[in-house]
């Protein structure tokens, strides 16, 4: 069975850091892309950051250059390092990874809720 | 970036009865390696979103068959043949074609 779980999120003031785990089961984790998207309280999905097998890592526009994604195969973990964090980014942030073929996330997190406030 | 534009932003149906939404992209989904990479996802309350198709028309694994997809280039819909009280909630299509991948707003499915 797959299974993502998230963990690391909590409140932190304006201009903090906080770094987001992923650690996953069930699949063969270095095979396959993984994403983080977040959702901020009652509004939609927001695409934040994909990292590919080969390392190859995107970005959104509002997180990039403040946002590190990462992984680490040994453990089936991935990563989003957050830096300079912004009221705009309080969201749940959820884990997930993509299909085998197709690029579409197929399997989720519960999520973990990152609040930004003084 | 791409921008995705579903329509309508709210649809209340009964249930029995279809429903479909629509999803319009700025730019092509058609990748360089021919694929074109859409997907639909479904989201109920206090849940993480669910995968319901990809590449257009793929139905994943215990997806329905009463939900299809369809469409070509930049336009783009999904179609519920038959709304059951559990299709409750909001549905997203969203692009994989660009690095920059992007959400439609999503649209409200509620029962009349």
């Known amino acids: 069975e797959v299974r993502l779980l998230e963990s690391g999120g909590g409140l932190v003031q304006p201009g903090g850091s906080l770094r987001l785990s992923c650690a996953t089961s069930?699949?063969?984790?270095?095979?396959?892309?993984m994403n983080w998207v977040r959702q901020a309280p009652g509004k939609g999905l927001e695409w934040v950051s994909t990292?590919?097998?080969?390392?190859?890592?995107y970005y959104a526009d509002s997180v990039k250059g403040r946002f590190t994604i990462s992984r680490d195969n040994s453990k089936n973990t991935l990563y989003l390092q957050m830096n300079s964090l912004r009221a705009e980014d309080t969201a749940v942030y959820y884990c997930?990874?993509?299909?085998?073929?197709?690029?579409?996330?197929?399997?989720w997190g519960q999520g973990t809720l990152v609040t930004v406030s003084s | 970036d791409i921008v995705m534009t579903q329509t309508p932003l709210s649809s209340p149906v009964i249930v029995g009865q279809p429903a479909s939404i629509s999803c319009r992209s700025t730019?092509?989904?058609?990748?360089?390696?021919?694929?074109?990479?859409l997907s639909w996802l479904h989201q109920r309350p206090g849940q993480p979103p669910r995968l319901l198709i990809y590449q257009i028309s793929n139905r994943f694994s215990g997806v329905p068959d009463r939900f299809s997809g369809s469409g070509a280039g930049t336009d783009f819909t999904l179609k519920i043949s038959r709304v059951e009280p559990e299709d409750v909630g909001v549905y997203y299509c969203m692009q994989t074609a660009a690095t920059s991948r992007t959400f439609g707003q999503g649209t409200k499915l509620e029962i009349k």
């Open positions: 990292i590919g097998g080969a390392f190859d890592t």
């Open positions: 730019q092509s989904l058609v990748h360089s390696d021919g694929n074109t990479y």
């Open positions: 069930g699949f063969t984790f270095s095979n396959y892309v």
């Open positions: 997930a990874k993509d299909v085998a073929v197709g690029l579409a996330p197929d399997y």
